[in-house]
C-alpha cells in the first residue's frame, strides 16, 4: 500500500510540474478563476426590488469590460442614500482575458455570497471586487481581512525568516516606486539548494505610494503571528495584498495579451507555431515527468524524516510538561480543601505550589465530569501551543488512573464573576478597569481566531472562565471546549451542545452550528455583564420577559442606556464609553452571525473613537419561545428565572 500511494504521488506530482512548465511556455489553455474568501462589510441590507438592488444590478455586469483594459476600475453609480462604490482590481501579471474573465465571476458570486448586503468585497485568485454604499475610495484600510497558509512548516526556520523578510521588504519598495503605477511587485529568491521563495504584494491604484508602503508593511508584520514557519500564506486586505509561496504562482515575463499591450513577436522563418507548440509540449511533458519522479523521491524522503523529527519534538515538549500524582498531591497539600480556591464545569480548582516555590493552579477533574479524556487531552494539546498576554498559560499536566490534572499558572484575583456579581467586590472594578478588561478580553479573542498559528473558536466564553491577575488584566481560560479550525474553514457543526445558557448564540444552541461569531455574540453578553454587573439571566419588566440583550436594544432605543450601568460605577464612568460598548455589544449579538463584526473590527473600534458604528438589529429573546424553534423550554425558562446559572455538557439541539 505504502510503495503504490508512494507511485500515485509521483505520478500526481509529474503531472503537476508538466502542466505547470506548460502554463510557463505560453501554451494556450482554459485558466480556471480559483474562489479565495468573501466578506460582507455593509453596514445594513438593501429591501429587494428596490432602487439599491436595481442599481447592483447596473453596476456589475459592467465592471469586467471596464476592468479588463487597465486591471483597474472604480466608479459610483446612482444617489445617495442608494448610491454604490465599486473598485475592482486584477493581479498585475495577468493577462486583459484571464482579468475580464476573473471579474465577471467574481461580478456573478459577490452578491450570492452577501445577499442583500449594502457592502461587500471578495477575492478571487486572479481578482479582488468591492462594492459599497460608503465612499472608501482613496481611505487606507490597513487591517487585515483574511490569513490562509500552508500547513508544511520549513525545516530550517531562521534562514527561511531571512530571505523571506528581505524578499518582502524588496517587493514593498518596488510595488511603491513602480515606475507604470500599479503598485504592484512580484519576486523571488533562493531559500537552499531545492527551493525558491516566491512573493507577491499589490495595492489598489486608488491609494497614494504612502499609504500602500503603509499597508504592505502592515501585512508583512502579521506574517510571524499568523504562519509563522510556514512554506507559504496569503494576508488578504481591503487595499493590499501579499502572498508567498516556494514554488511559481505568478508570470514571471510578460503574458500573452497584456494588459499594456506590445507589438507580438513574428514567428520564426521555417517554423509554424502547431509544430514549435507540438514539440515543446513533448519535451515539457517528459521533463516535466522526470523531474517530477526525481523531486517527489527527495521531497518523500524529506518529509518522512521531518515527520518523525515533528512528532518526536512535540512529543517531547508536551511530555516535558508531565507532572506525577505524588508531585501535585504534595503540592496541594492532598487536594486539601483550604486550598481550594474555586469550582470550575468539570471540577474543582486548588492552589499548590511547586518545589522551586513557583505558585500554580491545579484543575482537577471531578471523576462524574463530563471532560473524559478527549476534552482533557484536547485542552493539553491546545493551550500548550498558545502564549498570550490575556490568556491562562498552561503549566504541566498528570493523567494518571482516574486522575485528569492540569496545572496553570496562579492568577490571585479568581474570576471576573467574582468581581461583577459580588456587592462588596463590585466596587473594585472601578469604570477605567471594566473598560481595559473588555480590551484584554477582545485581544485574547482576536489572538484565538486570527493571530495565532491555529484559529481556535473557544465555545465556552463567560465571566466566570475570565481570570484577573494582581493587576486586574484579563486572562481568557477553560478550553476543555475549543474546537480548532483549519485555514480556511469558517464554521463547524455538531450534535452536542457544550456551553453555558445565556451565552450560547442561537445558531450554536439551536442547529449546532458553532464558528468564530459564536464566540463574538458571548464577547457581548460579557460586555453587558460588565457594564451592568449583572448577570444575563431572565428578568421581568412591566409584566414582559426579557434577557440582558433584549433589556439592552430596549434601554438603546429609548435613550436611556446610561440606566444600565452599574450603581458602584454610574458616577465615574464615561458616558461616551458605555454607550459605545454598549452599541459593540448590541452589534455583537444579532441573531445573524454575518451581520456580527470579527474581533479584529471590535478591537479597532475600543482603540478608535472616530469609526462610525452600523446600527445593530434588534436581538431576539429565543427562551419567551414555547415552540420547537426555541432553545429552551417553558420549564426551563422559568428555572432560570430564580437566577441560576445552567451550564450544558451534552445535549441535542432539537
Known amino acids: 500500500m505504502a510503495v503504490g500511494h508512494f507511485l500515485l504521488r509521483t505520478f500526481q506530482i509529474s503531472f503537476f510540474y508538466s502542466l505547470l512548465l506548460l502554463l510557463m511556455f505560453g501554451l494556450k489553455s482554459a485558466q480556471q478563476q480559483f474562489f479565495v474568501y468573501p466578506i460582507c462589510t455593509g453596514s445594513s441590507n438593501f429591501t429587494l426590488n428596490r432602487t ?41 501579471d495577468i493577462s486583459s482575458t484571464s482579468c475580464e474573465a476573473c471579474v465577471n465571476e467574481a461580478s456573478q458570486a459577490v452578491t450570492q455570497r452577501c445577499p442583500r448586503s449594502k457592502g461587500a468585497a471578495i477575492w478571487y485568485e486572479l481578482c479582488f471586487l468591492r462594492y459599497s454604499d460608503q465612499d472608501f475610495f482613496s481611505s487606507l484600510d490597513a487591517s487585515p481581512r483574511g490569513y490562509f497558509w500552508n500547513t508544511q512548516n520549513t525545516t530550517n526556520p531562521y534562514l527561511f525568516k531571512k530571505q523571506l523578510g528581505n524578499l518582502t521588504n524588496r517587493l514593498v519598495l518596488q510595488a511603491v516606486d513602480d515606475p ?5 511587485a512580484s519576486g523571488q529568491v533562493g531559500f537552499n539548494d531545492f527551493q525558491r521563495i516566491y512573493g507577491l504584494v499589490q495595492c489598489t491604484r486608488d491609494l497614494s505610494k504612502d499609504d500602500c508602503r503603509s499597508c504592505l508593511q502592515t501585512a508583512v508584520s502579521r506574517i510571524p503571528t499568523c504562519c509563522d514557519k510556514k512554506l507559504g500564506a496569503r494576508v488578504l486586505g481591503l487595499s493590499c495584498q501579499l502572498r508567498y509561496e516556494v514554488y511559481p504562482f505568478f508570470q514571471a515575463s510578460q503574458p500573452e495579451s497584456p494588459l499594456h499591450p506590445s507589438p507580438p513577436s513574428p514567428t520564426p522563418p521555417g517554423k509554424t507555431k502547431n509544430s514549435s507548440h507540438t ?15 526525481a523531486i517527489v523521491s527527495m521531497i518523500y524522503a524529506r518529509k518522512k524524516k521531518q515527520k518523525s523529527t515533528v512528532d518526536k519534538f512535540e512529543m517531547e515538549e508536551v511530555e516535558s510538561m508531565k507532572h506525577s500524582l505524588s508531585s501535585i498531591r504534595a503540592a496541594t497539600d492532598d487536594f486539601c480543601e483550604a ?62 488512573g482516574d486522575e ?35 480590551e484584554g478580553i477582545a485581544r485574547g479573542l482576536l489572538y484565538l481566531h486570527e493571530d495565532s498559528h491555529l484559529r481556535v ?26 474546537r480548532i479550525f483549519g485555514a480556511e474553514q469558517t464554521q463547524g457543526n455538531t450534535n452536542r451542545i457544550a456551553g453555558t445558557y445565556g451565552y450560547m448564540a442561537p445558531e450554536y444552541a439551536m442547529r449546532g452550528f458553532f464558528s468564530v461569531k459564536s464566540d463574538v455574540y458571548s464577547f457581548g453578553v460579557l460586555v453587558l455583564e460588565i457594564i451592568t454587573g449583572r448577570k444575563n439571566n431572565i428578568l421581568l419588566h412591566s409584566g414582559k420577559i426579557e434577557d440582558l440583550p433584549s433589556n439592552a436594544w430596549r434601554h438603546w432605543n429609548n435613550r436611556t442606556v446610561l440606566e444600565m450601568v452599574d450603581p458602584a460605577v454610574k458616577k465615574s464612568c464615561s458616558a461616551n464609553e458605555v454607550i459605545r460598548c454598549v452599541h459593540i455589544a448590541l452589534l455583537c449579538v444579532q441573531d445573524d452571525a454575518g451581520e456580527r463584526p470579527n474581533m479584529s473590527t471590535v478591537g479597532l473600534i475600543l482603540k478608535s473613537h472616530s469609526v462610525n458604528l452600523p446600527f445593530p438589529s434588534q436581538p431576539t429573546f429565543f427562551p419567551s419561545g414555547a415552540d420547537n424553534q426555541g432553545y429552551l423550554s417553558k420549564e426551563e425558562g422559568m428555572w432560570l428565572l430564580s437566577g441560576n446559572e445552567l451550564s450544558i455538557t451534552d445535549m441535542i439541539p432539537r
Open 52 to 92: 439599491f438592488q436595481t442599481n447592483l444590478n447596473l453596476l456589475l455586469p459592467a465592471l469586467s469590460s471596464n476592468t479588463s483594459r487597465t486591471g483597474f476600475y472604480n466608479t459610483t453609480i446612482g444617489r445617495s442614500p442608494d448610491r454604490i462604490h465599486s473598485l475592482v482590481l486584477c493581479r498585475g
Open 180 to 184: 507604470s503605477g500599479r503598485l504592484f
Open 279 to 293: 514539440v515543446i509540449l513533448i519535451v515539457v511533458i517528459i521533463t516535466g515527468i522526470a523531474a517530477g519522479v
Open 339 to 400: 486550598n481550594k480556591v474555586g469550582e470550575g464545569g468539570f471540577g474543582a480548582v486548588y492552589k499548590g505550589r511547586l518545589p522551586d516555590g513557583q505558585e500554580v493552579a491545579v484543575k482537577r477533574l471531578s471523576g462524574n465530569s463530563k471532560q473524559g479524556s478527549e476534552e482533557f487531552m484536547n485542552e493539553v494539546a491546545l493551550i500548550a501551543k498558545l502564549q498570550h498576554r490575556n490568556l491562562v498559560r498552561l503549566l504541566g499536566w498528570c493523567l494518571q
Open 404 to 438: 485528569n490534572i492540569l496545572i496553570y499558572e496562579f492568577v490571585p484575583n479568581k474570576s471576573l464573576d467574582k468581581f461583577l456579581f459580588a456587592p462588596v467586590e463590585q466596587a473594585r472594578l472601578v469604570w477605567p478597569r471594566r473598560y481595559q478588561i473588555i
Open 457 to 482: 473558536v473557544h465555545r465556552d466564553l463567560k465571566s466566570g472562565n475570565v481570570l484577573l491577575d494582581a493587576a486586574m488584566n484579563p486572562k481568557i481560560s477553560d478550553f476543555g471546549l475549543a
